[in-house]
């Protein structure tokens, strides 16, 4: 079934961008409210410690207060998969950021005095920092109270007892005897540090509480249905006493994708009498009170024959999950499950530990574990090659999945999966791999290659769904409604460029609404994951199908014909032997009118949905089962030059190739590849929390904490799609959003072992890190 | 005067001129992205030059010339500038947006012909999480370049807000200039429905 597409394809501009580019984009920050309120935060200077006394009144006395809380005043706890957390820290603190105390006044600048003046009296305890140590058995327990609290059951497993909030585990085959047996052998360890997100909008979120505890809420998240749900819970309201607004959002990357500080604007309000309230982190706050990527230490053993097949793949994987577990304990597990790479690996056990520690808690980030995971498999799988004397790429390709084989939790792979082997392929080729580099440009600099693979499925709950509403205006244009939302991505032009598609609408005939509102808006479960073309995308094609049904049945009436002879394309129905007789949608929208005045039908309003299909459970003790709705595969290559006298390394060119199955719009999928490549130089290069002995940040703020700027742009990027069409996704389309990022570690360290012949494990791979091992190898007899 | 307006007001003396032109001017196109200066998603023109309004107090801009985001377009029509930033794709969630149209601005109005090098200075001081940056470099590019072929062929026609042909047409005149800061660009494309 072969069909011409019109829009579907092509390099549709965001409309979106006229609204950014002129400042008309209103953002949660950018709203305001009659007698809205401004709040401040007060959070703990000590990692670890009781709270023995909070003394609100000075800060009550301030003028233009009207709402001061503390954690003793909140008697709820929120969590997402496992319910840890307090709206403000009740009795202990668990890390250094965590809001203690919280003021809403007139104006911002009153609720920071109050702040100032409200007197916490702490008691400091034993805390932990490295999440190795919280798995020892004396170590003090962030959560003595795990057993308490409640959580998605059969799906995670915390160890009460312990500051375990999470283990996954992955049983394939015989781990144990196939590394014995295996010709060769590697053992190798590797470290990520916690990172930041960094939207360049940082968290807000306003709310008004109402009359019969109802509460009306404006905030910068990627999933407003996540945050009616999960306050629904904590809060004990009906999800109708909640109404959510997401308007535009200036950025997630995962980061807003739960719970945020929804719940502190709710409580200020009511506290407040029910004036709007408007929170919004300070930089310093995002970096060290909202949350971050999770730390990981990993250990890989690999085993393979001499002809290069790995027979054996076993994995540890310990998480520091930080204070609370979020989604966390959903990156221990997804990574845990991708955590082989696309390799086919008979022989395969994982441990992932989600592990409690006192520093800023973990959620997701783009990339969801696999940035991680990735860092430690990709070097490891050099490191093997190098040891059987094989090429590097030559060896992934000997063992990555192909149609037949197996993933390590038991799914079958498939054509419809798409091709990682032409991804690596792709990547080779692009930077003439094989062939020695040019040469440097310094005699103090040295150059290499690396090349690294990836892959990442949506990591859902197995009934994941989402909706999608396209309603008929007047003159024949389509509204399009849905409830995830672009923060970013593009994925709003996408589903534009699919409702146009189907419906036989000119693109500049649909239009897609900018706020969510779960009081009109229909369902969707998250904005993450990747999934948001996909799914939404097919519950759009339903949808539109939808509105072509009726438009089909009113058009037939009207002509006293079968609806079967209908056709609708280019704005009008017809009967396809009769293209005179034909009916405008602008005619038939709102119903249909005859000459003598009756009319028949009614406005047209299409309905479309998606739930994930096949997935399930995967079993407790082995891992086994089908967790992913779909996979994206990939691959990068790099060429890079290493100043030796500093450290620095320049990147020469990147290229990236992604199997997108269907290239929805190049222009967006581009610009998330780009994209993701840099914010993946930011993880390599520059990017990592710092803490003192004591469990303090010692980075948060632009200054000490530095992102990629427009000065550190590889020389040259090359983004290469393939389409490999993915059974089940739209026009077989999967998703490529979070996918770039993943693995640019991987590749650049591996580019960076053949540059300088050192295997650094620890990221990032700054200039004092890199020039450190230059000067301990030249020390190294 | 901001963005052509003549502006009176009595004001704290703490009070910055972010805050002076987001609270009391309601020009909230301007967006505070860390309070202290590091990410230029305040920026803004004072006397013409790029600053980062959080760092600039209200009364320091006392009989200056203000220009924010909001001043970019004219009589309903993106600027070209603007026009170039839609069309190359720089623009992605948008918070930062804002301040790099005027950082370009900025740069624009003092050098209209800048070399790659002097686009890439004069943006780095934007932070930018979304785009990885190669698409805006694009874009001041493609403006610069657009604008000189404006100033010999005269003044483009027929063009509107949002117009997706009139985009088009700046794309057509100027799409060598496109893949500047993204050399090498290209899609390894398969026909998905063999």
């Known amino acids: 079934m072969t069909r011409e597409l019109r829009v579907v394809g092509t390099s549709v501009l965001r409309d979106d961008a006229i609204d950014k580019v002129t400042g008309a984009a209103r953002y949660t920050t950018d709203l305001a409210f009659p007698g809205m309120l401004h709040a401040a935060i007060l959070t703990s200077p000590h990692a670890s410690a009781r709270i023995v006394h909070v003394d609100l009144e000075a800060a009550r006395a301030v003028p233009g207060v009207r709402a001061v809380l503390a954690g003793s005043d909140l008697d709820v706890r929120l969590g997402l998969y496992l319910r840890d957390k307090r709206i403000l820290a009740r009795d202990v603190v668990r890390y250094q950021g965590e809001p203690v105390a919280a003021v809403a006044a007139d104006t911002l600048d009153a609720a920071r005095e109050a702040c100032r003046r409200i007197r916490v009296e702490y008691d400091e305890l034993p805390a932990v920092f490295d999440p190795r140590d919280a798995m020892a058995a004396d170590a003090p327990l962030v959560h003595p109270d795990l057993a308490s609290y409640d959580h998605m059951r059969g799906v995670f497993f915390p160890k009460p007892g312990t500051n375990v909030a999470h283990h996954q585990k992955i049983r394939k085959g015989d781990v144990r005897a196939s590394l014995a047996a295996a010709d060769v052998r590697i053992e190798a360890s590797f470290y990520n540090p916690p990172v930041q997100h960094v939207p360049m909008e940082t968290h807000a979120s306003i709310a008004q509480a109402l009359p019969e505890s109802r509460v009306e809420i404006w905030t910068s998240s990627q999933s407003p249905y996540t945050v009616r749900h999960l306050l629904s819970a904590c809060l004990g309201l009906p999800h109708a006493a909640i109404r959510v607004h997401v308007p535009y959002v200036g950025g997630g990357f995962g980061g807003k994708a739960g719970l945020g500080l929804e719940p502190l604007a709710t409580v200020l309000s009511r506290a407040a009498g029910g004036r709007p309230v408007l929170v919004t982190a300070t930089r310093e706050q995002e970096f060290n009170t909202t949350p971050s990527r999770q730390g990981l230490h990993s250990t890989i053993k690999i085993g393979a024959t001499r002809d ?65 995971v990735l860092w430690g498999i990709e070097r490891a799988m050099d490191q093997m090659a190098r040891k059987l004397g094989l090429d590097p790429a030559e060896f992934r390709r000997r063992n990555l999945l192909k149609e037949g084989a197996t993933t390590i939790t038991g799914e079958l792979f498939t054509a419809g999966h798409g091709k990682p082997v032409e991804c690596l392929d792709a990547v080779a080729k692009a930077i003439d791999w094989g062939r020695p ?16 693979m990836l892959h990442k499925a949506p990591a859902m709950p197995t009934y994941t769904s989402c909706a999608a509403v396209i309603k008929l205006d007047e003159d024949g244009a389509a509204d399009v409604l849905v409830s995830g939302v672009d923060y970013g991505q593009g994925t709003y032009t996408v589903l534009r460029q699919i409702a146009a598609e189907e419906l036989g609408l000119p693109i500049g005939k649909v239009h897609l609404t900018w706020d969510c509102d779960t009081a009109l808006t229909p369902y969707d479960w998250q904005t993450v994951a990747s999934r948001f073309s996909y799914m939404g995308g097919n519950a759009v094609i339903e949808a539109a199908a939808d509105c072509l049904r009726q438009l089909t049945a009113v058009a037939a009436q009207a002509l006293g014909v079968a609806p079967e002879t209908i056709v609708c394309q280019d704005e009008v129905a017809f ?49 086994q089962g089908r967790p992913a709705q779909f996979w994206t595969y990939g691959a990068h290559a790099v060429e890079i030059e290493v100043d030796t006298e500093t450290g620095e390394i320049e990147i020469l060119h990147i290229a990236t190739a992604v199997d997108a199955g269907k290239v929805l719009n190049p222009l967006s999928c581009t610009g998330q590849v780009i994209g993701g490549v840099v914010q993946g130089l930011g993880s390599t290069l520059l990017e990592g929390f710092q803490f003192d002995d004591k469990g303090r940040l010692l980075n948060p703020s632009f200054v000490d904490y530095k992102i990629p700027t427009a000065k550190d742009l590889p020389r040259r990027m090359t983004p290469i799609f393939l389409e490999n069409p993915q059974s089940g996704g739209p026009y077989g389309a999967r998703g490529v959003a979070e996918h770039p990022m993943i693995s640019v570690p991987s590749a650049i360290g591996n580019a960076l072992a053949d540059a300088l012949g050192i295997d650094y494990t620890v990221l990032p791979l700054s200039p004092e890190r890199v020039l450190l091992g230059i000067q301990k190898r030249e020390k190294t007899p | 005067m901001v963005n052509g307006h003549m502006e009176t007001a009595s004001v704290p003396s703490g009070l910055t001129l972010l805050e002076f032109l987001r609270d009391r001017l309601y020009l909230t196109g301007t967006k505070e992205g860390c309070g202290i200066g590091e990410c230029g998603a305040c920026t803004v023109l004072l006397d013409e030059k790029p600053v980062t309004a959080c760092l600039v107090l209200a009364v320091e801009a006392d009989g200056c010339t203000v220009e924010t985001v909001e001043g970019e377009a004219a009589d309903g029509q993106l600027s070209v500038l603007q026009r170039a930033f839609v069309e190359t794709g720089a623009v992605q969630c948008g918070f930062c947006t804002p301040g790099m149209i005027m950082s370009a601005r900025g740069l624009l109005r003092r050098d209209p012909n800048p070399s790659d090098n002097e686009i890439v200075e004069a943006m780095a001081g934007n932070l930018c999480r979304c785009t990885g940056y190669a698409a805006i470099l694009e874009a001041v590019r493609l403006a610069a370049v657009a604008v000189a072929a404006q100033r010999a062929a005269g003044p483009l026609t027929g063009e509107t807000v949002g117009s997706q042909p009139a985009a088009e047409t700046l794309m057509g005149e100027t799409g060598t200039e496109r893949r500047r800061f993204l050399r090498g660009a290209e899609s390894t494309r398969k026909d998905g429905r063999r």
């Open chain 1, 575 to 623: 009967p396809a032997a009769e293209p005179d007789r034909a009916i405008s949608y602008k005619d038939l929208a709102l119903g249909y009118t005859f000459p003598n005045g009756n009319a028949i039908g009614g406005p047209i309003i299409g309905h479309g949905r998606f739930i994930a299909t096949g997935l399930t459970h995967l079993d407790p003790e082995t891992g």
């Open chain 1, 308 to 372: 290069g097949r790995i027979t054996a793949l076993e994995a540890t994987y310990v998480w520091d999950a930080g204070a609370y577990a979020d989604y966390g304990v959903n990156v221990g597990r997804a990574a845990a499950y991708s955590g082989a790479g696309p390799y086919a690996i008979d022989h395969c056990s994982i441990d992932s530990y989600v592990v409690y520690t006192n520093k800023v808690y973990g959620t997701a980030y783009r990339g969801f574990g696999h940035l991680e």
């Open chain 1, 437 to 452: 580099s040019g040469a440097p440009s310094a005699p103090h600099k040295v150059r290499g290659k690396g090349i690294a």
